[in-house]
């Protein structure tokens, strides 16, 4: 029989939170449509941009307080929220609905970014989807300043208790900002998923998290109690005896863990037997350095270069980008860093480009495809690379490799602007190591014949997985589907390992599948020594790393192997990591 107080959604940020329910509402407030006399237009253009001035204001209040409160990694979440309010296109379309139309400001702004949510919500993009509660929090915002309202949230619960649970339909980055770590347990919303702004946030305030968790608001009422598990993506309402006094356990072992891994920081990531392992740290802004570095990471195993290009009005110049990776560079001295080249595609275009609208964006035009087509993109970058290497380790990673062609242009292109630096005497590398990132079954069932053209392999779990299961790792009806222990994923992890080994070139993940205890064991035992992680989860796989000896994953992982679904390699990991580790 099934459970009817048990729910299932995302875990997205890690720990377990047992309180009473206070629903949250913070909803899109009702604009009548209301037309206005001609001689009243530029008066509603004016309300507008001193409703968005205001907006900024408050927006730019609560960056500075999530600065102070989770450092700046979390705080420029709301750099995206300024930039989707101040964006001058979308602003200029409802500029143009009030003066051709004689709309009022409210009813112009909310037929414009219902629109535009409209957009997002049935895009096939999970990037796209996840910045629906963003764009939703800048809506909200200036439709209730150009109201008159105040700008709040309802509650309903006991919000005077001690620690309490949060529900609510959808998270946003604005209201996480104002829950009090102290206070607030836990929280349970209907919307969201892993790689949203908000379960970033929760993560970084360190407030177990679940998402996606369909129903919620018609489940739980206002003082129930409940127990949700953000790294299991399990919620329970109205837990028995036994089922508190499980998570009280649990909640224990937490925090001794956290004790234990606090201590393993400094240690170098050895194995019982004296394998040697090297763990890097994924990296998206260059505030996150002084995290990698603090957590022990070796160097940097995926720098992203996106948020170069997200939410500006024009494309990064070739001195912006020397810039930031130099900056980056500065911040290993003796470490590695990779970067991947502009991952562009989905949402990923800067409002100055024109991207064509895709019925499934994630198989269209983007990654390598998009910097091949447009090389006055690529170029600069590839410059900017070459200047930046001349006294550091930089490498580059090329995105979304489906063949071997790719390689070669880029390979090509990448000469070509050595050549153009060195005849115009600019201080720069001759060339840099290049790598591929694998995150397709092309590009598996190619990796001995493309091993023989680069530099190193880097395998990007999160889309191998996505593209071999055929499953959106953003939907969260789909979320039990993800998993990257499936037979499936297992065998190309083990065939892209035997195909770099045969070259004599260089595999690592970096991945979300690598900071996961159980996948640690299995990826070392196929014979990965190399892992890139985010940085708060570089002592957990340190810990596995020097908990369990390599001979027992080797077993565990040719035993996985053999196995005929994903539950079943699971059991096998966690038969070999019972003896070592407390994590689970």
């Known amino acids: 029989m099934v459970d009817q107080r048990a729910l299932r959604g995302i875990g997205v940020s890690p720990g377990v939170g047992l309180a009473r329910a206070v629903i949250v509402q913070w909803e899109l407030p009702n604009v009548p ?10 008066g509603e253009v004016a309300r507008l941009q001193r409703a968005v001035v205001e907006t900024v204001r408050a927006l730019e209040g609560l960056r500075d307080k999530v600065h102070q409160r989770a450092g700046a990694e979390a705080s420029g979440i709301f750099d995206a929220q300024i930039m989707l309010a101040q964006d001058t296109d979308f602003l200029g379309q409802v500029i143009h609905l009030i003066r051709t139309n004689r709309l009022s400001a409210e009813t112009a702004y909310e037929f414009k970014a219902l629109e535009v949510r409209n957009l997002w919500a049935n895009s096939q993009s999970a990037r796209l989807r996840d910045r629906i509660a963003d764009l939703s929090a800048v809506q909200i915002r200036v439709l209730q300043v150009l109201l008159g309202k105040p700008v709040e949230v309802a509650w309903a619960g006991p919000t005077d208790a001690e620690h309490f649970v949060i529900v609510t339909r959808e998270l946003s980055p604005g209201l996480t900002v104002q829950l009090d770590r102290d206070q607030v347990a836990g929280v349970v919303s209907e919307e969201g998923t892993r790689t949203s702004h908000a379960a970033i946030l929760a993560h970084s305030l360190g407030i177990p998290c679940v998402m996606g968790v369909v129903g919620a608001l018609a489940a739980i009422k206002p003082g129930s109690m409940v127990l949700l598990d953000g790294s299991t993506g399990t919620v329970l309402t109205d837990p028995t005896e036994g089922e508190l006094a499980d998570a009280k356990a649990r909640l224990t072992r937490r925090r001794r863990t956290e004790l234990e891994l606090q201590a393993v920081v400094q240690e170098p990531a050895v194995s019982p037997e004296g394998d040697v392992f090297t763990l890097l740290g994924n990296v998206d802004l260059p ?27 024009h494309l990064p110049t070739e001195e912006e980008q020397y810039d930031y990776f130099r900056r980056v560079g500065s911040g290993f001295p003796y470490g590695p860093v990779i970067i991947r080249t502009f991952d562009l595609g989905g949402d990923k275009f800067p409002a100055a480009w024109q991207a064509p609208a895709e019925q499934n964006p994630f198989l269209g035009w983007r990654s390598i495809r998009v910097c091949l087509d447009e090389p006055e993109i690529f170029r600069p970058q590839l410059r900017a690379v070459l200047r930046a290497a001349a006294d550091r380790d930089l490498r580059l990673m090329l995105p979304l490799v489906t063949g071997l062609e790719e390689v070669e242009a880029s390979l090509a292109l990448l000469a070509e602007e050595s050549a153009r630096l060195a005849a115009a005497g600019i201080r720069a590398a001759k060339t840099v190591p290049v790598g ?27 889309d191998l997985t996505q593209y071999t299961l055929v499953v959106d790792r953003g939907n969260a009806r789909l979320a039990s589907r993800f998993n990257s222990l499936h037979p499936a994923v297992v065998r190309q992890l083990d065939q892209v390992q035997r195909a770099a080994k045969a070259a004599g070139i260089t595999a690592s993940v970096c991945g979300e599948m690598a900071s996961e205890p159980l996948s640690v ?17 570089l002592p957990l796989v340190k810990s596995v790393v020097r908990s369990v000896p390599h001979a027992v994953a080797v077993e565990a992982a040719q035993a996985a192997l053999k196995a005929t679904n994903a539950a079943e390699v699971e059991r096998l990991l966690e038969a070999a990591a019972a003896p070592y580790l407390r994590h689970r």
Do not use: C, W
Request: overall charge negative; proline content about 4%; charged content about 20%.
């Open 436 to 462: 591929v990132m694998i995150e397709t079954p092309a590009a598996v069932a190619l990796a001995d014949l493309l091993a023989q053209h680069v530099a190193f392999f880097s395998v990007g779990s999160n």
């Open 521 to 537: 064991i299995l990826l070392t035992g196929l014979g990965y020594d190399t892992l890139s992680v985010a940085p708060p989860s």
């Open 287 to 313: 505030e996150e350095i002084e995290a990698a570095v603090k957590f022990g990471a070796e160097g940097v195993g995926l720098l992203r270069t996106e948020f170069l290009i997200t939410g500006r009005t």
């Open 33 to 42: 449509d209301r037309t206005v006399d001609r001689a009243e237009v530029e």
